[in-house]
């Protein structure tokens, strides 16, 4: 809204100038007699040109911003597709299919379980007893833990389908109130993962940036790490923060050498050489 509003106001005063200057040499040949005002007039008409060179100098460079600005938003959400995509096994969707899928939905989305390796097995209880053990204890607590595994898969299940869904706001606090309610789950890291990258598509970066480390310090061997180490070099890029956008994507070539992750590291820090970032 601000950058359309400052457009706005770039092409006003541009018409403007651009009428005040077909307005002077109407002015000059009046006041012909009057060398003095004839180049007073002179120096005008001049300081208007370049006011209007620099105007139009101004709308280029706000719609080479925004060009970028809506660049990055669609690799922002074709990035998260993709990773969506790949836990899933859905296929990823087109820029086409992305812009129809980010309309508002009339109906409410079925939750579908989450995808297979997100979910660590959750082994039933037994059927029959040991012959050692007495048979109402043991029984209750089976029952109790058979019920908060069920919990748990279908709070993470929902939290998940709203980021499917593009819900982006709805999957945020679904997965914080995930890691309230299970802070020991076995989803807890992905849980944190997910986290981030609702912030993240949504340029909260500030909030995706401590999602993000917070998945690193409280899971350090959670296999989520090297994804939340490149998605912090990428929120410290978005925040221009670049020599710890250079940092954490150097790290990722370091650590996890020969990946995908490390290709993307590096054709980020690409990107920041041709940019003149470093």
């Given at each position: 809204m601000a950058d359309r509003q400052t457009n706005n106001n770039l092409m006003v005063s541009l018409a403007l100038a651009i009428v005040v200057s077909m307005a002077a040499p109407a002015a000059l040949q009046a006041q012909a007699a009057d060398p003095g005002v004839v180049a007073d007039l002179v120096i005008q008409v001049q300081d208007l040109q370049d006011e209007v060179r620099t105007l139009r100098g101004r709308v280029e460079e706000q719609e080479r911003e925004l060009d970028n600005i809506k660049k990055r938003q669609r690799d922002q959400y074709l990035d998260l597709d993709q990773r969506i995509s790949e836990k899933s096994g859905a296929p990823p969707v087109s820029p086409e299919q992305a812009a129809q899928q980010a309309e508002p939905r009339s109906a409410a989305a079925v939750v579908?379980?989450?995808?297979?390796?997100?979910?660590?097995?959750?082994?039933?209880?037994?059927?029959?007893?040991?012959?050692?053990?007495?048979?109402?204890?043991?029984?209750?607590?089976?029952?109790?833990?058979?019920?908060?595994?069920?919990?748990?898969?279908?709070?993470?299940?929902?939290?998940?389908?709203?980021?499917?869904?593009?819900?982006?706001?709805?999957?945020?606090?679904?997965?914080?109130?995930?890691?309230?309610?299970?802070?020991?789950?076995?989803y807890a890291d992905n849980a944190q993962y997910w986290l981030g990258e609702s912030y993240y598509v949504t340029r909260n970066y500030d909030l995706a940036l401590t999602a993000f480390n917070d998945l690193i310090d409280s899971y350090p061997d959670s296999g989520k790490v090297p994804d939340a180490l490149l998605k912090i070099g990428y929120t410290y890029y978005e925040l221009k923060q670049w020599d710890n956008c250079r940092t954490a994507l150097t790290r990722v070539q370091t650590d996890y050498p020969d990946t995908t992750l490390?290709?993307?590291?590096?054709?980020?820090?690409?990107?920041?050489?041709?940019?003149?970032h470093y």
């Open positions: 579908e379980s989450p995808p297979a390796e997100d979910i660590p097995e959750v082994r039933p209880p037994m059927d029959e007893p040991s012959d050692t053990v007495a048979l109402t204890e043991p029984q209750v607590e089976s029952q109790s833990a058979a019920a908060s595994s069920e919990a748990e898969q279908e709070a993470y299940a929902r939290a998940f389908q709203s980021l499917k869904d593009l819900q982006y706001a709805d999957a945020a606090e679904e997965f914080q109130s995930f890691l309230s309610g299970y802070p020991g789950s076995e490390a290709r993307l590291a590096e054709s980020r820090l690409r990107s920041m050489r041709m940019e003149g």
